[in-house]
């Protein structure tokens, strides 16, 4: 006589992701310039699991597979993103002086429209990338001033099909698209110390998510199983960090993104160090 059985397992995963990008940026008129980001990632995974096989009415445990520790690396070519960049406006905000002349004031609106290319140069299986064509137009408008300057950019991200949109390895699905914005100012603190802060909300659309959920036994164990649904969820995030010019051509940056809240599977903080040669 059969038994039902139950698969009882417990794993471990942690994936660490560090990336080296180098960007060029050349301005091809004065109103429009092109961009080529060219990333360098470097991937790691740590799995450990084990299982046991337990009768699914009484819960007596009948088999243990003995816990396997996996650990893997490699490093290669991220996606590449390919940006086109047009200004759209840029003129001086007026006042006026006491006998009603127009006159420039020191903060401009600037508007600017940006195309984004993803190219899929990444090995999507190594956490190399998302293994598939992106194209991301969006909105850029920002207000300068003397010492705070407020921004907004908005968009909306498409994506081609990939492995990382499904469940089984033999099958590709759409990557989800994104509706996103961020709001945020640059504060000069100095003629050579800008600090900026963010607030970026990226809302996923139907994107698969893997999710557990309880369920209980006819003898009153509980035990969780997994499930695949398709969720329009939001993803927002913050980040703070500065610029400082250091040489006259040679300048810093620093900046720091931490998420606020648990949606998505993403970093608790990421940190980014940079260095911009301006010729």
Known sequence: MSLPGLIVANAYINVKVNQVTAHFTYGL???????????IVTSSATIRGGAVLRELLTGQSLVALPTQLVQLSSTGPGDGIARFKANLLS?????KTAGGTAVPQSRKLKVALALDFRLPTGDEFDYHGAGAFGVKPFLIASMTNKVVSPHLNAGFQWNGSSYLASQYPTDKRHLPGQLFYAAGFDAA???R??????????????GQRTLLRPFETSDGSRYSAIYFDDITRHEYNASAGFKAKVLSAVVVTGNVLFRLNQTGLRARIAPLVGIS???
């Not at 003129?91 to 006042?95: M, V």
């Open 91 to 95: 003129r001086p905000t007026r006042g």
């Open 29 to 39: 008129t004065h109103w429009l310039d092109a961009s080529y980001a060219f990333p």
């Open 189 to 191: 603190m100095s003629p």
């Open 277 to 279: 040669y301006l010729f």
């Open 193 to 206: 110390l800008t600090v900026a802060f963010d607030f970026l909300d990226q809302m996923i659309i139907s």
